[in-house]
């Protein structure tokens, strides 16, 4: 089977890409008036910067062609321990939930929560669909999730 055919039927690594960008323009939605009518706390702010810089860092940190939003390595991907990825597995995924999380206190709202919650379980999910196949792809892989955490560097 060729690597876009296995792409292609990924029904799981779909399902969560979708889910994930759905919840991610559902907490944009809710909570980007109040940043643009000013009404954000600084605290928001300042959780909306650090996710941006995150993520920015991650993606430099990345090679091109190398970064994939489905969690699957891509064929010939290189295993990244460069940068945000020395400490976490997941700098991505940390930086759109930071960035959620802005969002949420922006809008303060139970759905706001509710769709984070979400959001945070969809990306679990995902990074445990992407580290067995980085498992499968990379045989380094093991001793690197041995040094890092998923999203957090030492706590989670």
Known sequence: MSAGGA???D???SALVTLQL???AALGAWG??????????????????IGVLLGL?????NRPGNFNIRPTPRVGG????????HWIRHPMYSAVLLAAAACCWAATTVWTLAAWAALAAVLALKA??????????HPQYQAYCARTRRFVPGLL
């Open 7 to 9: 792409a292609s039927r």
């Open 11 to 13: 029904v799981a690594g």
């Open 22 to 24: 759905a919840l991610i």
């Open 32 to 49: 980007v008036p109040a940043f643009a009518r000013g009404d954000a706390p600084a605290a928001a702010w300042a959780l909306v910067a």
């Open 57 to 61: 860092w991650a993606l430099s940190a």
């Open 78 to 85: 290189h295993l990244v321990q460069e940068g945000p990825y």
């Open 128 to 137: 445990t669909l992407e580290e067995r196949r980085m498992a499968a792809a």
